[in-house]
Structure formats: C-alpha cells, structure tokens
C-alpha cells in the first residue's frame, strides 16, 4: 500500500471509531476521556465510605438476629444490603457514575453473565 491510502484507512478508521463511540475518544472540557460529568468530591467520597460502614454495621447486627427471626428473612435483608453496597462502590469507586454509558452497559451485561452462569451451574448441580 502506498503511504497515501494507509493515511486515508486511518482518518476514515478514526471517523468510524468517533461516530460509534459517541464522543468518548475527546473529552469534554475539563474532563478525562470517557467522563460525562466531573468525579464527586471528596466530600462525596467520604460520605459514600459512611453510608457504607453503616450498612455493614446493620448487616453484622442483622446477623446476631439468628434465632429470633426466620432465616430466609435474614438472607433476604443480607442479600439486599450485600447489593446496595455492590451498586454504591460500582456508581462512586468504580466511576461507572461519571462515565459514558457505553462503560455501565459493559459492566452490568458482564454482571448479568456472571450470574446467569451461575445459576446454571448451581442447575447442572441440581440445588434448585
């Protein structure tokens, strides 16, 4: 190929990657690339650690409920608090809150996956 046609395969491979991509390749003003919205502040962080300490702290009095309540509510709550925790880190630690959709849709569709293989491994093992 000559240097010509490998320069334009590159603008028109670069076009292709900035249309699909929505804009994720250049960044907005003051953002890095990828980012819709700036980070929290630090403030937020801090805030978001409290609520997750409370919230393990609830779990861990939760679980000295054994006994005077039905397991199956303990697992329900525990499972409940378990994924708020889940999506409060993925949202704020992970950034998948500030970042382009195209992030959170990989996430979620690899979390769907993973559990969807789960439960057929717990099928072929005849638990349900």
Same mark, same amino acid.
């Given at each position: 190929?000559?240097?010509?046609?490998?320069? /334009?395969?590159?603008?028109?491979?670069?076009?292709?990657?900035?249309?699909? $991509?929505?804009?994720?390749? !250049?960044?907005?003003?003051?953002?890095?690339?990828?980012?819709?919205?700036?980070?929290?502040?630090?403030?937020?962080?801090?805030?978001?650690?409290?609520?997750?300490?409370?919230? /393990?702290?609830?779990?861990?009095?939760?679980?000295?409920?054994?006994?005077?309540?039905?397991?199956?509510?303990?697992?329900?709550? $525990?499972?409940?608090?378990?994924?708020?925790?889940?999506?409060?880190?993925?949202?704020?630690?992970?950034? $998948?809150?500030?970042?382009?959709?195209?992030?959170?849709?990989?996430?979620?569709?690899?979390?769907?996956?993973?559990?969807?293989?789960?439960?057929?491994? $717990?099928? !072929?093992?005849?638990?349900?």
């Amino acid at each position: 190929m000559s240097e010509g046609r490998i320069q /334009t395969l590159e603008e028109d491979l670069s076009a292709v990657a900035r249309a699909e $991509l929505g804009g994720a390749l !250049t960044p907005a003003p003051g953002l890095l690339p990828g980012e819709e919205v700036e980070h929290p502040s630090p403030f937020k962080y801090v805030v978001i650690f409290l609520i997750l300490v409370v919230v /393990t702290a609830v779990e861990i009095g939760i679980s000295y409920l054994e006994g005077s309540v039905s397991s199956g509510v303990i697992v329900a709550l $525990l499972l409940f608090f378990g994924i708020v925790k889940f999506v409060l880190v993925a949202a704020y630690f992970m950034h $998948l809150k500030t970042d382009q959709p195209i992030f959170r849709r990989f996430f979620i569709m690899g979390a769907v996956a993973a559990f969807v293989l789960y439960l057929i491994a $717990l099928t !072929t093992l005849h638990v349900f």
